[in-house]
């Protein structure tokens, strides 16, 4: 299976703010890497696709990049709905894995 | 617009089997995409459980596949999850999604305990 580590598991951050969470993959996926935020109430929102093109919906200040093992999610500007849970996930080989997540918290 | 709501027990005791339904609305299961079913632990650990293809084949995680079966009733436009000999590390709130997990449901919580 691949391994997942994103980093970090806790992010205190302030609106407005510019925050980068990262994920590390254990081989290369080829930039099969997507990302989601779960709300407090459980409620999943996928984010971004193949490493770096946004849902449809999902606001510019959401972008990802990344190549090889290493992908990273940025928010350039917090907004108070973006505190909540983020999680890598890669669709480049079975078992499909997720990311051990990043709660990004009001500081 | 493609949505999708989870149902079934909230308790299930050890050793029994855990079976909960995605009813799809919005889009004809049988016309594409993957549908899925993905677990969240208690604590943040996620876990992508299997599929039900389009045309009806499956794919299972490895670390599940004597345990597990996912079906479908086409006319009904829902697919089942069925997870045999549960044990209390099967506590986890349940998810299905569909398409590359563009789509997902609210999520149900399910507790094994005795």
């Known amino acids: 299976d691949i391994q997942m580590t994103q980093s970090p598991s806790s992010l205190p951050a302030s609106l407005g703010e510019r925050v980068t969470i990262s994920c590390r993959t254990s081989?290369?996926?080829?930039?099969?890497l997507n990302w989601y935020q779960q709300k407090p109430d459980g409620t999943i929102k996928p984010l971004i696709f193949y490493t770096s093109n946004l849902q449809s919906g999902v606001p510019s200040r959401f972008s990802g990049s990344g190549s090889g093992t290493d992908y990273s999610l940025t928010i350039s500007s917090l907004e108070p709905e973006d505190f909540a849970m983020y999680y890598c996930?890669?669709?480049?080989?079975?078992?499909?894995?997720f990311g051990g997540g990043t709660k990004l918290e009001l500081k | 617009e493609i949505q999708l709501q989870e149902s079934g027990p909230g308790l299930v005791k050890p050793s029994q089997s855990l079976s909960l339904t995605c009813s799809v609305t919005?889009?004809?299961?049988?016309?594409?995409?993957?549908w899925s079913w993905i677990r969240k632990f208690p604590g943040i650990k996620m876990e992508w459980m299997g599929y039900?293809?389009?045309?009806?084949?499956?794919n299972y995680n490895p670390s599940l596949k004597i345990r597990i079966s996912i079906t479908r009733d086409t006319s009904k436009n829902q697919f089942f999850l069925q997870l045999n000999s549960v044990t209390t590390e099967d506590t986890a709130t349940y998810y299905c999604?569909?398409?590359?997990?563009?789509?997902w449901g609210q999520g149900v919580m399910v507790t094994v305990s005795s």
């Open positions: 081989q290369g996926i080829s930039n099969n």
């Open positions: 996930q890669q669709d480049a080989s079975f078992p499909w894995t």
């Open positions: 919005g889009y004809t299961i049988t016309s594409g995409y993957d």
């Open positions: 039900i293809s389009y045309s009806g084949s499956t």
């Open positions: 999604a569909g398409g590359s997990f563009d789509y």
